[in-house]
């Protein structure tokens, strides 16, 4: 640690592309005309389109957890950040947490339409999803994050305890399951 922190604990081998995985999902559903097919299709992939969601939002959680941890290290170099020295575009930046808000509106009528079933987030996803878009965007996608000083926590974002959150992540990444993290979302917020 001595020469700095990693911008990136280890999460990259175990995150998809939300977007680009749900809408290829659908676009199989939508390739039938006949409901029955089409209810079929979705049954097949509801399970897991939440999966994918779940270890989407469990890496948030992640990154949240890193950043509160790392902050604790005043003035030490961020190792290996891809996105410095970028072009900071806010629309670019959150394009995947809005899509992750958006589906937390729509896919409960999904779930109504294709299952005949009601379904809920819970309460918290959207808290979550709202403050990792915040600190993606007061971040400015973290194109210009050096060191940890330059790092800054959403607003309300708890720290207490952060000391213990490298091994929690190192316990996820372990598992190659990154919505194992879920759990620890009242620890930031």
Known sequence: ?????????????YILAFQGTVNYLYLDINKFK?????????????????????????????????AAYIKRYEGLEILN??????????????????????????????????????????????????AY?????????????VTTDDLILPEGMKTEGAEDFKEKIDDAIKAKDLSKLLEYADLIL
């Open 1 to 13: 640690m001595a020469e700095g922190l990693e911008f990136d604990p280890g999460f990259a081998p």
């Open 34 to 66: 006949n409901f029955s097919q089409k209810k079929m299709k979705f049954r097949q992939y509801y399970k897991k389109i939440l999966e994918v969601f779940n270890n989407n939002l469990g890496f948030y959680v992640g990154c949240l957890m890193w």
């Open 81 to 130: 950040n891809h996105c410095l020295g970028g072009r900071y575009n806010e629309e670019e930046n959150t394009i995947e947490t809005d899509y992750m808000i958006n589906f937390v509106k729509l896919f409960p009528k999904d779930m109504k339409y294709f299952m005949g079933e009601n379904f809920e987030f819970d309460e918290g996803v959207n808290k979550l999803l709202y």
């Open 133 to 145: 878009k915040e600190f993606l965007t007061v971040n400015k996608g973290f194109v210009n994050t």
